[in-house]
């Protein structure tokens, strides 16, 4: 039934961490180069070991189904339940969901598919457990993992909404009134190059008006397409109809952030054809307008398109590196970039979560090289991969600033993990668990908003299951929660 539906708080399947089980994790000290970081040898010896075989056991033991368990929030981690969504794949907790998690003023909104493939918005007051929940008109694919829903809501409190998209024509629409959970039907934005679409993302400026990106074309042969929304208007224009430009012959994969001062940044990897395995190099673009204009860290101005010649590269990186594409972004207080992704060097077989990060002068990468397990990714699709694609969140500035990461690593039992470096001048990382259970395939999203105004990390929570490939797991509606993470640390 279409119409709102009101949900109370409930029991959670994932058992936050007791705050004194937090610090647990691995802590140890990174030392850098010019060219990139290096972890000093650490430790792990009998007790990682018995660590490692108690989480094989655990995956041993598990099934695709959840079984619910006693809430158990602690003074850093807590749980708000939302509803039941589709789970049998990643489409509601793939990285590339730009947003999942959105706040305007002091409403919290969420979408995601349920089991029936309708999309699902929600709202809460922030703080607060109960939700308002609404099942729209609207429904999607949700048995292909590209399809996702991306949301975010503009200066004046119009929720906008994009989903269902692999190469499909656009589908967007906003809602009818601000802060309303009702939407309109699907409309266009500009009618220029709307018929082939993937991945949506929303980016609001400070301004309140809001930037549209996808990708126009296919895999190993796309464009990347900007789009502006003027709320004093309501209308869309095109800002570029190929910004990056794939020459016919290879595509960028992109994640894209706003900092502080507004300027917009994009790093992408190149992709040679639709095998992941193509993926090569991190190239790196910003705006100091809003998006009209395009520049180098350098401040050298770029003619567009930027096609591969002409782009500035962060970090070189050669195909066959299980170097992963559509990670994410972000920048210190000073604007400085940072983006998390990770690859295979050439003399491993263990691809390891990277760091590149712009120091106001030039390019450096660190590597807190915890993991043992190798992996390879090829092949076209969605991959079910060991682990997730990392989430970045930066505080302070310069060599004083802090780096969150959130990830989720098989090697760890598939949870919610956050590896934390408190000053990059001294480089010391911490990694710890914040829920018990395991996750499943989930990637992490985060209200972004929220985040940037005041620095609380809210991120949607789901345990998923995908298939490699586009395959469905046989595994029934799984609870959506936001996980709500206190960062600070505690004096």
């Not at 503009?154 to 994009?162: I, K, R």
């Not at 993937?198 to 309140?208: I, N, R, S, V």
């Amino acid at each position: 039934m279409i119409g709102n539906l009101y949900q109370e708080n409930k029991l959670n399947h994932f058992k936050a961490l007791e705050g004194s089980n937090f610090k647990r994790g691995h802590t140890n000290q990174l030392q850098d180069n010019d060219r990139g970081g290096r972890l000093l040898n650490v430790f792990y010896g009998l007790k990682l070991l018995k660590y490692l075989s108690l989480v094989v056991a655990a995956i041993i033991a598990s099934t695709l189904t959840a079984s619910a368990q006693t809430i158990n929030s602690s003074d850093k981690v807590k749980l708000s339940y939302v509803g039941e969504g589709w789970a049998n794949n990643s489409v509601n907790a793939v990285i590339f969901r730009k947003n999942s998690l959105v706040t305007w003023r002091d409403t919290q909104f969420v979408a995601y598919y349920d089991k029936d493939m309708r999309v699902v918005l929600g709202k809460r007051r922030l703080g607060e457990n109960h939700w308002t929940i609404r099942q729209t008109q609207h429904n999607g694919n949700a048995a292909d993992a590209h399809n996702s829903i991306s949301i975010m809501v503009d200066g004046d409190g119009y929720l906008h909404m994009s989903w269902d998209h692999h190469g499909h024509a656009l589908r967007y629409c906003r809602s009818i009134a601000p802060g309303s959970l009702e939407l309109t039907e699907k409309m266009p934005m500009t009618g220029k190059v709307e018929q082939s679409v993937t991945y949506p993302e929303f980016y609001k400026l400070a301004d309140g008006n809001l930037l549209f990106l996808y990708r126009n074309g296919a895999s190993g042969r796309g464009d990347l397409v900007i789009n502006r929304y003027e709320k004093a208007t309501k209308t869309w224009t095109q800002l570029h109809q190929s910004l990056i430009d794939g020459e016919g012959k290879r595509n960028a994969y992109c994640q894209s952030s706003i900092d502080q001062n507004g300027v917009l940044h994009i790093s992408w990897v190149w992709r040679e054809s639709p095998d992941v395995a193509s993926n090569h190099d991190m190239a790196y673009a910003r705006s100091t307008d809003g998006g009209r204009t395009w520049e180098k860290s350098t401040g050298e101005k770029y003619k567009i398109p930027i096609n591969m010649e002409s782009a500035e590269y962060a970090c070189l990186i050669p195909q066959k590196s299980e170097l992963i594409n559509q990670t994410s972004m972000t920048n210190d207080k000073a604007g400085n970039p940072y983006i998390a992704t990770y690859w295979r060097d050439s003399a491993s077989t263990v691809p390891q979560y990277r760091i590149i990060y712009h120091d106001g002068k030039k390019w450096e990468t660190i590597s807190p090289s915890f993991r043992k397990t190798p992996f390879s990714l090829s092949g076209a699709g969605t991959k079910a991969i060991p682990i997730s694609r990392p989430q970045i969140m930066v505080t302070g500035a310069g060599k004083e600033a802090s780096i969150l990461m959130i990830f989720r690593d098989e090697e760890r039992g598939s949870k919610v993990s956050a590896l934390t470096i408190s000053n990059l001048r001294r480089k010391i990382w911490k990694v710890s668990d914040l829920t018990e259970s395991s996750v499943g395939s989930w990637e992490p999203t985060f209200d972004t908003e929220l985040w940037q105004q005041k620095k609380v990390l809210n991120l949607f929570l789901q345990n998923v299951q995908q298939v490699d490939g586009e395959g469905k797991a046989d595994i029934g509606a799984q609870p959506v929660y936001v996980l709500e993470f206190d960062t600070h640390e505690k004096r």
